[in-house]
Structures are given as C-alpha cells and as structure tokens.
C-alpha cells in the first residue's frame, strides 16, 4: 500500500488517496481469486470503474438478483455476482440516479426516515443502516488501483 507521501507517481493527485497494486487488493481481501483473473485478462483503461457490493441486510441479499439487473440494465457488466464494471464513472452515478427511483427498496440513508418515490410522490420509510455496502475501484495505472471507500452506491 502507498499514498502520495511516498509514490513518485502520485503528483497528478488533488488529495491524498491511496493506491493499491492487485496483489495488495487481494491479500486485503477487497478482491477475491475470480476477480483477480479476470482483470488480469481484461485490463482496465483509465475510464473504467468498478463497483463491488457487500449485502449486509439480509432481505436485500434475498432480491439480489434484482439488483444485478438493474445494475446490468443500467450499463453493468458483471464480473461476479457483487462485482460489476461500468464503462466510466458518470455511468456509475447514472445507474444510481436511476436505480434511487426503481430500487429505493435497496437504498439506506444516515439522516432521513423517509424518501419522496419519484414519479408518485409516494414516502418510502428507509433503514438507517446499510443494506449494501460499496467499495469502488479505478484504474490508476498499469499495475495500480485506486479504491474509494467513501463512496457508497447505495447510500442517499
């Protein structure tokens, strides 16, 4: 692991963020041996994100299937069942934008109990735990990743 105090090819960053190589990402245990595979087969470009999912609510897990729909339906790939790319990062944020209104079953929010339905304008209560978490990973160079934390998919 490395962040841009000690990486010299760090100075095209705005703040510090961490960057991983794929080994690094596995023995973490952000990545599994599947993933690990396919990547090594299908490199990524700079423009191509991906999203990985953790269920934490068991109901939500149970319509998992659904979600790996909208996800595909919404520009996903699936890699694996929780891991899909996208063909860049405004697609990502598209697939949410979209997903809010016809998944917001899946969606958890830290500040709100309730969530206007688009186009109803129908209340939909929300957990205020995560139902899925998110973990998203760009390409940073040739043998390095980028892994943001922050940004939770599911999460309004």
Same mark, same amino acid.
């Given at each position: ?11 095209? $960053?705005? %703040?510090?963020?961490? *960057? ?14 599947? +993933? ?9 470009? #700079? ?5 990985? $999912?953790? %269920? ?21 790939? #699936? ?28 969606? %958890? ?9 688009? #186009?109803?304008?129908? +209340?939909?209560?929300? #957990? ?10 760009? +390409? ?6 980028? *892994?943001?934390?922050? %940004?939770? +998919?599911?999460?309004?």
């Amino acid at each position: 692991m490395s962040d841009c105090s000690d990486c010299s090819d760090c100075s095209d $960053l705005s %703040y510090v963020e961490t *960057v991983y190589s794929l080994d690094e990402l596995h023995t973490m245990g952000v990545i599994d041996n599947k +993933f690990v595979d396919w990547i090594k087969e299908n490199p990524l470009s #700079p423009d191509d994100p991906i999203l990985l $999912l953790e %269920y934490h609510d068991q109901n939500v897990a149970n319509r998992e299937n659904e979600i790996r729909d909208a996800l595909v339906a919404h520009g996903g790939t #699936p890699i694996t069942s929780t891991v899909f790319k996208f063909d860049t990062r405004d697609q990502v944020y598209l697939a949410q934008e979209n997903m809010r209104v016809t998944h917001t079953w899946a969606f %958890y929010s830290l500040a709100f109990d309730l969530v206007r339905k688009q #186009p109803v304008q129908q +209340f939909v209560a929300l #957990p205020k735990a995560p139902t899925i978490s998110t973990t998203f990973i760009h +390409f940073y160079s040739e043998s390095r990743f980028q *892994v943001d934390n922050e %940004y939770e +998919f599911f999460m309004i």
